[in-house]
T-cell receptor
Framework: RKEVEQDPGPFNVPEGATVAFNCTYSNSASQSFFWYRQDCRKEPKLLMSVYSSGNEDGRFTAQLNRASQYISLLIRDSKLSDSATYLCVVNYNTDKLIFGTGTRLQVFP | ETGVTQTPRHLVMGMTNKKSLKCEQHLGHNAMYWYKQSAKKPLELMFVYSLEERVENNSVPSRFSPECPNSSHLFLHLHTLQPEDSALYLC???????????FGPGTRLTVL
């Protein structure tokens, strides 16, 4: 099993749609979880950290399910500018982050 | 300048050349990283430095040689590279290793 696994997509959704991505991780001892966004040919940028209780930032909601070892990202009211690759990131031990391969999102008019 | 900067942004080199990539962070972080990103592959961690000491070396070939002279600067020295080393090389920093990381814009390297 891969350490961090994501559906590569692409997810093609119309503007205004709600879309959700899941990510599974293999290390049950992982403590830190993040979602990053990467635009084409650009560097990854931190979108949000994922907390045990779940957290929301505007149109973005992140959830953590420790029992099933997955995290999710929900995007409401999708905008054209949300088109990007979304990377799931999990810490491995205490000093290393593992990046997933990313899920590509394409929002169309 | 703020954040994490990298130079050069683009580099084309022959297999016999020697070049260096530079990374600088202005965030007061204590850990710095080198990643390689090839097309359609996940980020590959190459090196981790924490408080200027190398704490991770992910079986990277010796033709890549990192240097961390202080907590704000990180170099990646390149020599006798292969065409398959062509990729985007990303530098990142974090307050401590294991915390969320902030990336530089990357150096797009092409080896001819």
């Amino acid at each position: 099993r891969k350490e961090v696994e994501q559906d590569p997509g692409p997810f093609n959704v119309p503007e205004g749609a709600t879309v959700a991505f899941n990510c599974t991780y293999s290390n049950s001892a992982s403590q830190s979880f993040f979602w990053y966004r990467q635009d084409c040919r650009k560097e990854p940028k931190l979108l949000m950290s994922v907390y045990s209780s779940g957290n929301e930032d505007g149109r973005f909601t992140a959830q953590l399910n420790r029992a099933s070892q997955y995290i999710s990202l929900l995007i409401r009211d999708s905008k054209l500018s949300d088109s990007a690759t979304y990377l799931c990131v999990v810490n491995y031990n205490t000093d290393k982050l593992i990046f997933g391969t990313g899920t590509r999102l394409q929002v169309f008019p | 300048e703020t954040g994490v900067t990298q130079t050069p942004r683009h580099l084309v080199m022959g297999m016999t050349n020697k070049k260096s990539l530079k990374c600088e962070q202005h965030l007061g972080h204590n850990a710095m990283y080198w990643y390689k990103q090839s097309a359609k592959k996940p980020l590959e961690l190459m090196f981790v430095y924490s408080l200027e000491e190398r704490v991770e070396n992910n079986s990277v070939p010796s033709r890549f040689s990192p240097e961390c002279p202080n907590s704000s600067h990180l170099f990646l020295h390149l020599h006798t590279l292969q065409p398959e080393d062509s990729a985007l090389y990303l530098c990142a920093s974090s307050l401590w290793d294991g915390n969320e990381q902030f990336f530089g814009p990357g150096t797009r390297l092409t080896v001819l």
